[in-house]
């Protein structure tokens, strides 16, 4: 089982403001993962890396931005956040085992973002 | 095309009844993985059992059993003796390698209710 968490828990902010979600892991695992999702509805992948200094975008176009410096940390920055941003962010890491399937993916808590 | 369904958009019984949830799933790979996870009400998603192509093998945890059957291309989660803390969206999800090994294919969810 990973050990994988997020900060805030829970986040109000207002419109235009700058924001940073945290993870951060600590299984040693190359490959993490950016969730945006309403609760309990359809997980969007917005972003992943396959290790440090690799960041790519997911399927769901997103304002986020991301940085991989360390193998442990993958925090997500929105510069200017707005209410079309409220939603669930979650993160998740795997073990990179090279192109093949079959990788497990572990999530954190999750951060609920409310933008007013 | 890669593609998870969950036919079943919400399912409610009484607690101590058995309930099947559904998943079905289309892949052109002849190795790929299936995966079930479980987000209960506090929003994390739990990982609960990963099943590769080559084994079709039925599998039993506890009061959770799971179903593969490759001729039909499904990969059914079936609860016995469902109990209130079952309730939850229950998510299936499809990992093929090749250009998309770095994402999981999911499911749109099925919401679990289990009444007292």
């Known amino acids: 089982e990973a050990d994988i968490y997020q900060t805030p828990r829970y986040l109000v902010i207002g419109t235009g403001k700058k924001i940073t979600l945290e993870c951060s892991q600590t299984?040693?695992?190359?490959?993490m993962y950016w969730y945006q999702q309403d609760p309990g509805m359809e997980l969007h992948l917005i972003h992943y890396?396959?290790?440090?200094?690799?960041?790519e975008k997911g399927d769901l176009s997103s304002e986020s931005t991301v940085s991989r410096i360390r193998t442990e940390h993958f925090p997500l920055t929105l510069e200017s956040a707005r209410p079309s941003h409220t939603s669930q962010y979650l993160c998740?890491?795997?073990?990179?085992?090279?192109?093949?399937?079959?990788?497990?993916?572990?999530f954190g808590p999750g951060t609920r973002l409310l933008v007013l | 095309a890669q593609k998870v369904t969950q036919a079943q958009t919400e399912i409610s019984v009484v607690e101590k009844e058995d309930v099947t949830l559904d998943c079905v799933y289309e892949?052109?790979?002849?190795?790929?993985?299936l995966f079930w996870y479980k987000q209960p009400p506090s929003g994390e998603l739990v990982f609960l059992i990963r099943?590769?192509?080559?084994d079709e093998q039925n599998e039993i945890s506890g009061r959770y059993s799971w179903n593969f059957q490759k001729s039909t291309s499904s990969f059914n989660f079936t609860i016995t003796a469902s109990q209130v803390v079952d309730s939850a969206v229950y998510f299936c999800?499809?990992?093929?390698?090749?250009?998309?090994?770095?994402?999981?294919?999911w499911g749109a969810g099925t919401k679990l209710i289990i009444k007292p």
């Open positions: 299984m040693g695992h190359d490959k």
């Open positions: 999800a499809l990992s093929e390698g090749g250009p998309r090994d770095y994402q999981l294919i």
């Open positions: 998740a890491s795997s073990e990179y085992i090279g192109s093949l399937p079959g990788e497990t993916q572990y």
């Open positions: 099943r590769n192509s080559f």
């Open positions: 892949t052109r790979d002849t190795t790929y993985y």
């Open positions: 890396s396959y290790g440090v200094n690799s960041t």
